[in-house]
């Protein structure tokens, strides 16, 4: 059977953009904790929406024992990651009647990603929303989705994760202690800056903020910035008294981090294509039941349909809101400034794994269906 209901969403844009200075955790590392430990589901108004989920017409999702779940992630309510984390939580307590209770903690409340990771492997936070780069501490599995200008189009990102690919890496999260759903999206990752940036020879001297990740720190030094890594957290202050010039993020975290506020320029670099994994505690989930195990990922499923598509709308908003108002002036590169940048990083490849390189040649053939 096909359950559908009303969607409820009752703030997005207006929660993305009236988020307060003192809250400024993107979708990255926020390694410090969000002293509120109040703002939850109903966080600032914003609810999520009833899913469309194809259930097996036999069987009665509301039979059953009780299941808590607590869902993390770091970006701020109403973005489409975090209304889709509401989405599933609310899909779930609709089709079991309560009976699967899930409650979202938006903003690094139960801690930035690396120790809701942990809190995952010990099975204490049942599923959280993760930054791909900060899964590198746990796991090599993910190695792949650090590499600069990998997917042409997200499109292509998308057929390669939910193809053979993205479920092999999801697969190999399992000896971390980690079970991965589905793939979402927070974009391309773009970058924003005090000064025109068109080449990698314009970041001479600038002072970038980066995640605390291997990765991303060796594709900005290679790429010729001054790097230093960052708790999400101290970025808008760091941004706004100078102690850095530029940060990276996709354009959907740099507007309701409120990043745009204190940057004259978002340069659209497309160097990553952030693949945000839906994770599960392997030790909680292997205590499910089988018919639990099914409904939960069902509703994944629908919650990465619905979060995709909501978040390429709201993306292109942002940038149309922007190209139009000039503040912050959007930078578009050339085709032959793009491939200076890719040219770069190139050499970031030759040290990949056998597997890795397997796999871009795999993507190769994606990128050029696009």
Known sequence: MKKKAIAMILASVMAIST????????????DTQNSSETESTEAAGVTGEILDVDLD????????NQVTIKFAHTNEPGTP?????RSFAETLDELTDGRIKATVYPSSQLGGNIEVLEQLQMGSVEMC????ANLGSFTNATELLDLPFLFKTEEAAQEALNGEIGISILDGLQDAGFVGLQWIEDGYRELSCNKEIHTPDDLKGVKLRVMDSESHIKIWSTLGASTTPMAASEVFTALQNGTIDAQENPLVTIQSSRFSEVQKYIVMTN?????????????????LSADDQELIQKVAEAARIWQVEENRKTTQEVY????????????????????QWK???????????DQVKEWVSQIDEINAKY
């Open 19 to 30: 988020v307060g200075c003192g809250g400024n955790k993107g979708a990255d590392n926020a």
């Open 271 to 287: 160097h990553i294509y952030s693949a945000i994994p839906m994770l599960t505690s392997k030790q909680w989930w292997d205590g």
């Open 81 to 85: 990651l975090d209304r889709s984390a």
């Open 129 to 132: 929303y993760s930054a791909v």
């Open 57 to 64: 017409a036999g069987k009665d999702y509301t039979q059953g």
């Open 320 to 339: 149309d809101e922007w190209k139009e108002s000039g503040n912050p002036q959007i930078i578009d590169l050339t085709d032959e400034e793009y491939n």
């Open 343 to 353: 040219e770069k990083t190139s050499p970031i490849y030759e040290e990949a794994s």
